[in-house]
């Protein structure tokens, strides 16, 4: 089942082989059914499903593998759970699109498994039904249905970041990481990491900024000139005549264009010229401060110890002064004696000091 994403759907419930989708008119409920389930459990199963049709006022679409076998879905009998199901849409009002053409083809066999039910507000003017034949690797057809005219709250989402494969692999390794150390590895929680591993590389990629002379008139201009170049090639690959119109449209809508552009920059450098006056420390300073170099200057070895020296002046002896007395060795006895004078001659000091 393929999902509009541009459609706000919000997840209204979800159980044992049944997932159900709703906006603000229609319901969507997605369906397995397991063919080795019981009777009795394949009843419970439809009672759920009449539970859901029955509590809802919105339109419904209900599609999926039912493994059952109803006449009016194209079988050539209806078995047991055809029957229930057969009830289920006689008491709700619902009626199957599907016609004569097999959903499932296996070893020779084929059935109409793949049911699409609608309930009696949806005309046949607003859906297409069809069975994709193409083959999918699967012993299932898809199925295909095209809603029309159904009102839906469609919702602009911002785009999305683009990334290189570095980015993807950082991404993708950091999930990985973090993922060793949580004792839950739950789906919920691989979501909420991805999307935070995104959001925070995203944060780092670099934004390209406009040019200083853009302006949305130029923005719609290129626009058109590239579906125009888009068109063109695709004239002339398909050899149409009517290549030589839009070469026409496309060389006029360039030049116009240029012109904009060259105008546009003369506008963006006279209001340059016209602040040098009254904001000299503006853009115009900017602009040119950004042209300077920020590098050092590199000195040769002459220059470089002209600085040294000039920084670091060498000291120069004076024979004038006293020189340096040579020192001798001493021993025990000598230290011993000296202890003992510096001793007295403290106690001399102390005595003479209470004395005053």
């Known amino acids: 089942m393929v999902i509009n994403h541009n459609i706000h759907w919000r997840l209204r419930f979800r159980g044992r082989g ?54 009016m879905a194209g079988s050539s009998y209806t078995n047991r759970r055809g029957q229930i199901l057969s ?31 609608l309930d009696n507000r949806w005309k046949s003017e607003q859906y297409d039904w069809m069975v994709l034949l193409d ?30 494969a570095e980015q993807i692999e950082l ?21 909420n990491i991805i999307k935070q591993e995104i959001d925070r590389v995203a944060s780092n990629v670099a934004r390209r900024r406009n040019v200083y002379w853009w302006t949305t008139e130029i923005g719609n201009m290129k626009q058109e000139l590239q579906s125009l170049r888009r068109r063109k090639q695709r004239l002339l ?22 012109r904009a552009i060259k105008k546009r920059k003369r506008e963006c450098w006279n209001n340059l010229c016209s602040k040098l006056d009254t904001d000299p420390c503006g853009q115009a300073y900017r602009i040119v401060t950004k042209k300077f170099s920020r590098r050092l200057p590199i000195l040769d070895k002459a220059n470089a ?38 001793a007295l001659k403290k106690t001399l000091d102390r005595t003479e000091s209470l004395q005053r």
């Open 18 to 71: 049944v997932v159900t989708l709703e906006n603000e008119t229609v319901m969507i409920v997605g369906v397995y059914v397991s063919p080795n389930i019981e009777l009795a459990e394949y009843t419970r199963f439809v009672d759920i499903l009449q539970g859901l049709i029955t509590n809802s006022p919105k339109r419904l679409v209900m599609l999926g593998d039912f493994n059952s076998k109803m006449v």
């Open 87 to 117: 009830d289920l849409l006689e008491t709700t009002g619902c009626h199957c699109v599907n016609d004569v053409t097999p959903t499932y083809v296996a070893r020779g066999h084929q059935s109409v498994l793949d049911l699409t039910i």
């Open 135 to 164: 083959d999918i690797a699967s012993d299932h057809h898809a199925t295909i249905l095209d809603l029309r005219d159904t009102n839906f709250e469609r919702v602009e989402y911002p785009p999305l970041p683009s990334f290189s």
């Open 171 to 191: 991404i993708v390794n950091r999930t990985a990481d973090r993922l060793k150390y949580r004792q839950q590895q739950t789906p919920e929680a691989l979501s």
């Open 237 to 258: 690959r398909n050899g149409r005549e009517d290549y030589q119109d839009i070469a026409r449209r496309y060389i006029e809508t360039r030049r116009a264009l240029n």
């Open 305 to 342: 110890e002209m600085h040294v020296a000039r920084l670091f002046p060498s000291m120069i002896a004076d024979d004038s002064g006293p020189t340096p007395c040579e020192s001798r060795r001493f021993t025990i006895d000598e230290l011993q004696l000296a202890a003992k004078s510096l």
